[in-house]
């Protein structure tokens, strides 16, 4: 065909393009303020959605299971850790930052501190919108922070406050999760409601009858330190607490920690609670979350269908004061318990403390160890060892105790206490 004969087609072309332009912009003229507000709905709960960080970004440490919406984070003066849990409404401000007002002028815009102004807010904590909190304060667990409210102190467990400052208002209960008062052996205690295990056998036995805590109890005096690593509620914690030592006593679950903290709190006891799991380095871990028995929660380990949570990492020698006599380490920590020891290393030495230690062979194989390896590295510590719950085997080749402790029957199987003496 030639050039000449294209013309036609080329204008008819031209001209059915402008007819589907025209076609086009006439519907986006017709759909475009319903475009138009949905984009800015979607921007406007983005917004709502997005926290903002002023300061080094490191020193925010959030819980996968916060909530905290279009908070303002200021960390220019300290950290600020929000716990598991914890759900803030819109429009609040967490401030470490602050001036010296006593500096005049341009001097009082820098005369600022770069550290000492840590906040924490625990596990369950609601702060209402526009809130504000100033550093250093911790706020307790499950403490209702009322909207508008300034917090300038720190705010008790199940505590709600209002106004500026802040002042407690009522008690929303005993601020922990939920929970039965059961008169036990040690005392009344508070246990979770919903656990399957430990809450039933507790309330059956007013007690632990287990041969574990008679060695604490043997062991537990008056003016020693004893460090219970895995403390849960803290049973353990008032057997030795009772008998007249000090304690610190370390658990990564933010609701173990909740009831922890009360039922030290309703015996008075000298107890020092630190939140997390006793590790090998610092930093956070995971904390695979078992919803039936709160002493089943493993720190460092992925198990399909089960929750996870981001808790803090601690070593022994950190949180145990440098003075402290401590004559008994408990470990109880779900096939984790070398691993807590290897953060213990100044506080072995220094104290050759006994050591009661849960042996699970099946669960150090789950989490990629080896069982002889463990036993190993307790002899290189120079400690002998002795099976709480069997004695005939004490002198057991490993192997030979690895395979005996996997085939004990129930209720106990798969498990024992060794108690650990230092042998000089």
């Known amino acids: 065909m030639r050039v000449g004969r294209l013309r036609?087609?080329?204008?008819?072309?031209d001209a059915l393009g402008r007819r589907v332009h025209a076609i086009i912009d006439a519907r986006i003229a017709e759909r475009w303020p319903a475009i138009e507000e949905g984009l800015a709905d979607h921007l406007r709960q983005a917004a709502l959605r997005e926290h903002q960080t002023f300061g080094p970004p490191e020193r925010l440490h959030l819980a996968p299971t916060a909530e905290v919406n279009d908070a303002l984070f200021n960390t220019v003066s300290g950290s600020i850790t929000v716990a598991d849990y914890a759900f803030f409404g819109h429009g609040v401000a967490i401030l470490t930052g602050a001036h010296d007002i006593e500096q005049l002028g341009t001097a009082r815009r820098t005369a600022i501190p770069l550290t000492g102004r840590d906040i924490e807010i625990g596990a369950g904590a609601w702060v209402a919108s526009r809130a504000m909190?100033?550093?250093?304060?911790?706020?307790?667990?499950?403490?209702?922070?009322?909207?508008?409210?300034?917090?300038?102190?720190?705010v008790g467990a199940g505590i709600m406050v209002a106004g500026n400052p802040a002042r407690p208002i009522?008690?929303?209960?005993?601020?922990?999760?939920?929970?039965?008062?059961?008169?036990?052996?040690?005392?009344?205690?508070?246990?979770?409601?919903?656990?399957?295990?430990?809450?039933?056998?507790?309330?059956?036995?007013?007690?632990?009858?287990?041969?574990?805590?008679?060695?604490?109890?043997a062991l537990a005096?008056?003016?020693?330190?004893?460090?219970?690593?895995?403390?849960?509620?803290?049973?353990?914690?008032?057997?030795?607490?009772?008998?007249?030592?000090?304690?610190?006593a370390i658990e990564p679950h933010p609701f173990n920690v909740a009831l922890l903290r009360a039922?030290?709190?309703?015996?008075?006891?000298?107890?020092?609670?630190?939140?997390?799991?006793?590790?090998?380095?610092?930093?956070?871990?995971?904390?695979?979350?078992?919803?039936?028995?709160?002493?089943?929660?493993r720190a460092g380990t992925v198990i399909t269908g089960r929750v996870e949570l981001h808790v803090a990492a601690v070593r022994i020698d950190d949180v145990v004061p440098a003075n402290a006599s401590v004559s008994v380490i408990k470990l109880d920590t779900q096939a984790?318990?070398?691993?807590?020891?290897?953060?213990?290393?100044?506080?072995?030495?220094?104290?050759?403390?006994?050591?009661?230690?849960?042996?699970?062979?099946?669960?150090?194989?789950?989490?990629?160890?080896?069982?002889?390896?463990?036993?190993?590295?307790?002899?290189?510590?120079?400690?002998?060892?002795?099976?709480?719950?069997?004695?005939?085997?004490?002198?057991?080749?490993?192997?030979?105790?690895?395979?005996?402790?996997?085939?004990?029957?129930?209720?106990?199987?798969?498990?024992?206490?060794?108690?650990?003496?230092?042998?000089?």
């Open 133 to 154: 909190v100033l550093g250093p304060c911790r706020i307790g667990e499950n403490a209702v922070v009322c909207a508008g409210a300034v917090v300038t102190a720190d």
């Open 8 to 13: 036609p087609v080329k204008s008819l072309r």
């Open 263 to 297: 039922n030290v709190a309703r015996h008075g006891a000298d107890v020092t609670v630190v939140a997390g799991a006793a590790w090998h380095t610092t930093g956070q871990t995971t904390l695979a979350v078992c919803r039936s028995n709160s002493g089943d929660h």
């Open 170 to 217: 009522r008690s929303l209960g005993s601020g922990i999760p939920s929970a039965v008062d059961v008169e036990l052996d040690v005392g009344r205690m508070y246990l979770h409601s919903h656990d399957e295990v430990i809450t039933p056998d507790l309330i059956a036995a007013r007690g632990m009858l287990d041969s574990d805590m008679a060695e604490l109890r």
């Open 221 to 248: 005096t008056k003016g020693v330190t004893v460090v219970d690593v895995g403390a849960n509620i803290g049973y353990a914690t008032l057997i030795a607490a009772r008998a007249g030592a000090a304690v610190v």
């Open 336 to 424: 984790t318990e070398h691993l807590a020891l290897a953060g213990a290393s100044e506080t072995l030495d220094r104290c050759r403390p006994v050591l009661l230690v849960e042996f699970w062979p099946q669960g150090i194989r789950e989490r990629g160890g080896d069982p002889t390896r463990v036993l190993a590295g307790y002899a290189n510590l120079g400690y002998g060892r002795r099976v709480v719950e069997d004695q005939s085997l004490d002198s057991a080749a490993d192997e030979t105790l690895i395979t005996k402790v996997h085939e004990r029957p129930a209720p106990f199987g798969g498990f024992v206490t060794l108690r650990l003496d230092p042998l000089e």
